[in-house]
């Protein structure tokens, strides 16, 4: 399947993540329908992605035309099964929960037609455990992307085992056809960017905790030391602590390395609600 052949696109999680998806996709002129099981939250999501079209054109960085006919290609639904009837890719966006992703591959598989190509946006989880609850796992891939959508250029495309080079290609077309620019990695624990991520943003977190600098000036030693366009602490903020909190443990499980145990205020801070940006205060406050 080329780029041009997508023409339906179905978005499973109403979230930040799903959002930003959905958004980018509707813009690249893909209909796009948002899923989640609640009503409320995919209307918020919709509610959301109008917002985000209205900033772009307030930013002079989408045309009011552009605007209108994203707005016009994007649907919700509350059943999965009825919305993939006719996908052309399904990208599932839900919480990283193994359990939770393979109940919701088979159900997209049984309801999916048999061309469609089933994506997982996993930051970190096997994507040979998410396809092994489908019939055809050939048809299983990963496709990373990274929190803002509309900004962050790089798609992670993960080949499983069983991945077919026409599923993984039809990934990487898609990306570009998304505005991204692609990488191919396999199907090991924490992909490339989560297992080097991950690490940088511990490590921040235990210099934190041990005093050595505040939160803002070890961001900053980050940017203006080594030009990243944003600090590890504060990343974390955009990405969720509960996210990447359970990236953490999921490699410390998997990899046996003391370099992926999560430090003890990366756990407090979850467990206080103090989730990041989304929650109004994680290592900054956002609320204010």
Do not use: C
């Not at 092994?132 to 299983?140: E, L, N, T, W």
């Amino acid at each position: 399947m080329s780029a041009d052949q997508v023409r339906r696109l179905v978005v499973v999680g109403s979230g930040i993540m799903g959002q930003g998806i959905a958004y980018v996709a509707a813009l690249a002129g893909i209909d796009v329908t948002l899923v989640d099981v609640d009503a409320e939250r995919v209307a918020n999501g919709i509610a959301k992605i109008a917002q985000s079209l209205d900033g772009g054109v307030a930013r002079g960085k989408v045309t009011p035309e552009a605007r209108t006919a994203a707005a016009a290609r994007l649907h919700a639904n509350t059943s999965v099964a009825e919305a993939v009837r006719d996908a052309d890719v399904v990208i599932e966006a839900v919480p990283e929960q193994l359990a939770l992703k393979q109940s919701l591959f088979q159900a997209i598989d049984g309801a999916a037609p048999a061309h469609a190509v089933l994506a997982s946006n996993t930051s970190s989880l096997s994507i040979g455990a998410i396809a092994a609850s489908v019939a055809d796992p050939s048809r299983v891939v990963g496709m990373h992307f990274f929190n803002p959508v509309h900004a962050m250029k790089l798609v992670e495309v993960v080949r499983g085992a069983a991945t077919s080079d026409a599923t993984a290609n039809a990934a990487v077309a898609l990306a570009g056809r998304l505005g991204k620019t692609p990488i191919v990695v396999r199907d090991t624990p924490g992909f490339a960017t989560s297992r080097l991520g991950v690490v940088l943003g511990l490590e921040a977190m235990r210099m934190l905790e041990q005093g050595v600098a505040s939160a803002e000036d070890i961001d900053r030693a980050m940017e203006l030391g080594y030009n990243h366009p944003v600090g590890p602490l504060k990343l974390t903020d955009l990405v969720g602590l509960d996210i990447r909190l359970a990236v953490a443990d999921h490699l410390h499980a998997t990899l046996g390395d003391e370099t992926y145990a999560a430090p003890a205020i990366l756990r407090e801070l979850v467990a206080a609600g103090k989730l990041g940006k989304k929650s109004g205060e994680g290592f900054y406050r956002w609320d204010r």
